[in-house]
């Protein structure tokens, strides 16, 4: 089968759509990466930008001006410089106006430009007034002296400015962001005078180094009072490299026990970081705080009041929860990607970048004493042609009266030039009678002088330096302020765990026999009185600290943990464990304990075997559980006890046949997995069959006294009398009193 044939077009080229989908893509590249995003190292602006200054000056709004309103001034942008929309246009401008987002601003905006809570929230361009701030000098008050090129607008019926005159380093001072094809750029605001002080130390010492330069660029200057705390190597190797990320954190006082947050990093929202602390709250992920509340005003743009829930509450460590987990601690990308003076965009070290604002600086001042004199030369020339006429005042007169062609009479007589001829002949006869020797010899002079001081400067590169370095002093003397955001290096705030969050307060675990737990404020809880679900009671307790994690055992040997804040209130049943972990099918809950990460379990089956574990081997995430003790058939876990000292505690275990054993922790090995354990205490072989089991044990220090509950009456066992039964792991121990042999628990007195 053949292709149809191609239809032709005559008068059209026809290009494979290939290589016009290329091509399309490309110049779209280039002119997003040249022509929209990236600024200009000479300048630092964007063109938006820099149309939108150069418009607002031909429209005469400098800074001793009266503002008009904005929408004149964005509708000679977009009508004769920027052929875009007004909108977008007329947010670059409000942005170089607002002065928590420029650090120098650019333009002085009258109305409402935004707040520091919603910068998109100006007025529309109708309802503001706007002109130039005196510091948009800096990059205007040259560009009539011959110091920039100038190209064709978008439609070719005006010029405009390929770039601004800039007196300072603006691509540092104000900082820009910009999304180019393939690049992006974010380079951040800097001190004014300290920029201006790296480059004079640049002018002396070409060879400077990076870490030359940062004696006296210290870091990045936001217009905010937000903490930076990138330490001094990370903004060393950011500079050295052109990339990297400054940290920014907020500023908190105490008052009254309050917390009281001052300063937010830049362009960070206090609704927002609000609304963050709000959420935790909510969530009751942030039970340390009580309130909060915004009290900024006109005075205090900034004034965040966090109300702790007591006195007792740390402030270091919640604000270091805060700062982990909210916007009052950001990080800002640093890429300084910028258009070189060779026209193409490149990530530039900040060496780099001042060097070739220098070169640019150096070639603007270059370029206007260059345009200064030959304005003086042309001037000196016409002076020179009038002093001619004024020495031959009369005879000038007359053939400007009498010959047809005054000019070139004129310029065979006295041997002028055009231009001087010219001059003479647009003079009046009234002027040329008033003229004055003196007068034209003075200025003269003048020039002379002016003409002999500009040339040494052009021909001496040394002057030419000094010439720069007294102007840059000069501006920073004028523009200059103090630093805003201070430099402090801190080390990385963390986020406090979800235990650490809860308040440390006495509760008691209580497990009841269909599986249902619940915490009970305090540990002089009367367990087995709560009020129970029909046909439910009481199995085992465990006494801790709401701060702690809860371990619950199940009649498979397998643990399963909680924190013990999450559990319901003893006010009600509680809830049952099978909705908060999947046990195996069939499987009871038989044990819980409670304890700190670093502290031990001493675990016992009724078969009297038992092992220590450290509770942190314990704890597991999973809702299944993990597999802590090993069960032979009819086994269970019968007792889980706490230790403190496993070298000095001692066991106390107590069979359903009235005997009483007390060894020493050491004695049992410690299994950081689980398994079976040893055999703790003896029960025969005879006395096993007839049912005898390991009912229940504690774990007691030295000198402790303990009690033993038997047909619910309770014996009391001194330490005296536990130390009369005290005998190695694995024996039988010593038989209770007739009366307290059907025992039922044991308990540490």
């Not at 002109?131 to 439609?155: H, S």
């Not at 041997?415 to 004055?436: M, V």
């Not at 209130?569 to 670093?598: C, H, K, M, Q, Y």
């Not at 000292?645 to 275990?653: F, G, L, P, Q, T």
């Amino acid at each position: 089968m053949t292709d149809p044939a191609r239809p032709s077009f005559p008068g059209f080229e026809q290009i494979p759509l290939k290589d016009y989908a290329e091509r399309a893509y490309l110049d779209y590249s280039m002119y997003v990466v040249l022509d929209r995003a990236l600024p200009f190292v000479g300048d630092g602006l964007k063109p938006v930008q820099r149309r939108i200054i150069y418009a607002m000056s031909e429209l005469g709004l400098d800074a001793g001006s009266k503002p008009k309103k904005s929408a004149r001034t964005i509708g000679d942008v977009i009508g004769k410089f920027h052929p875009h929309g007004d909108s977008a246009a007329y947010e670059a401008m409000v942005l170089m106006a607002q002065p928590f987002s420029f650090r120098y601003p650019l333009i002085e905006g009258q109305g409402n430009f935004g707040s520091p809570d919603d910068p998109k929230s100006f007025a529309a361009m109708r309802y503001t007034e706007a002109k130039l701030t005196k510091l948009a000098g800096v990059l205007l008050d040259e560009i009539g002296q011959g110091t920039v090129d100038w190209g064709p607008n978008f439609d070719g019926t005006l010029e405009e400015p390929n770039w601004l005159p800039a007196r300072l380093p603006h691509v540092l001072l104000n900082g820009t962001t910009g999304i180019a094809v393939g690049l992006a750029t974010d380079i951040p605001p800097h001190n004014l005078r300290e920029v201006a002080a790296a480059c004079m130390r640049l002018i002396d010492d070409p060879e400077a180094t990076t870490r030359d330069l940062c004696e006296h660029i210290k870091g990045p200057d936001y217009p905010t009072e937000a903490e930076i705390i990138t330490s001094r190597n990370e903004m060393i190797a950011m500079y050295e490299t052109g990339n990297g990320a400054v940290r920014a954190r907020a500023v908190y006082t105490r008052e009254d026990g309050n917390i009281v947050i001052t300063a937010l990093p830049h362009q960070v929202s206090p609704a927002k970081v609000l609304e963050q602390i709000a959420n935790q709250m909510r969530a009751k992920k942030l039970p340390l705080v009580e309130d909060l509340r915004d009290e900024s005003d006109h005075q205090n743009p900034v004034r965040l009041v966090i109300v702790p829930r007591s006195n007792r509450v740390d402030a270091e460590e919640l604000m270091g929860h805060l700062f982990a987990t909210t916007d009052l601690e950001k990080s800002f990308r640093i890429n300084m990607n910028v258009i070189g003076l060779d026209g193409r965009p490149q990530l530039k070290p900040l060496k780099t970048i001042l060097s070739e604002w220098l070169s640019f600086r150096t070639d603007t001042v270059r370029r206007r004493l260059q345009y200064r004199l030959d304005k003086v030369e042309k001037r000196l020339h016409l002076l020179e042609g009038l002093r001619i006429a004024y020495l031959n005042l009369d005879e000038v007169i007359r053939i400007i009266r009498t010959e047809d062609e005054p000019r070139s009479v004129l310029m065979a007589r006295f041997k002028l030039s055009e231009t001087q001829a010219d001059y003479i002949l647009d003079t009046r006869l009234k002027q040329l009678a008033r003229l004055e020797e003196m007068k034209i010899r003075g200025e003269m002079d003048e020039l002379e002088e002016e003409r002999a001081r500009i040339v040494s400067t052009l021909k001496s590169k040394d002057r030419l330096r000094a010439l720069v370095k007294d102007e840059l002093k000069k501006d920073a003397e004028t523009f200059g302020d103090k630093r805003r955001s201070p430099l402090i290096e801190r080390g990385a705030a963390q986020a406090l765990s979800e235990s650490d969050l809860v308040a440390a307060e006495a509760v008691t675990i209580v497990l009841s026999e269909k599986g249902w737990a619940r915490s009970a404020k305090g540990h002089e809880v009367d367990a087995a009185n709560l009020s129970y679900r029909e046909g439910d009671s009481l199995l085992a307790y465990a006494r801790g600290k709401s701060n702690q994690q809860v371990v619950f055992i199940d009649s498979e040997g397998r643990a399963y943990t909680t924190p013990a804040h999450t559990l319901p209130s003893a006010r009600g049943n509680g809830e049952p464990l099978t909705g908060r972990f999947t046990p195996p099918a069939g499987a009871r809950f038989d044990a819980v304990a409670i304890a700190d990460a670093e502290q031990k379990l001493v675990i016992a089956t009724n078969f009297g075997y038992g092992f220590v574990t450290k509770f942190d081997a314990v704890i597991s995430r999973n809702k299944a559980g993990k597999a802590l003790v090993s069960l032979s058939d009819g086994a269970k876990v019968s007792a889980v006890s706490v230790c403190s000292d496993s070298a000095r505690d001692r066991i106390v275990a107590v069979t359903s046949a009235g005997y009483i054993l007390m060894c020493s922790v050491a004695e049992l090995p410690e299994l950081d997995k689980g398994g079976k354990g040893n055999k703790l205490i003896d029960i025969p072989k005879k006395s096993f069959a007839t049912g005898e089991r390991l009912i229940d044990l504690v774990v007691i220090p030295e000198g402790a006294d303990v009690i033993v509950t038997a047909g619910g009456r309770p014996l009391k066992r001194s330490w005296s009398d536990l130390v009369e039964i005290a005998a190695a792991r694995a024996t039988r121990g010593a038989l209770l009193p007739r009366g307290y042999q059907k025992v039922e628990a044991i308990a540490r007195a």
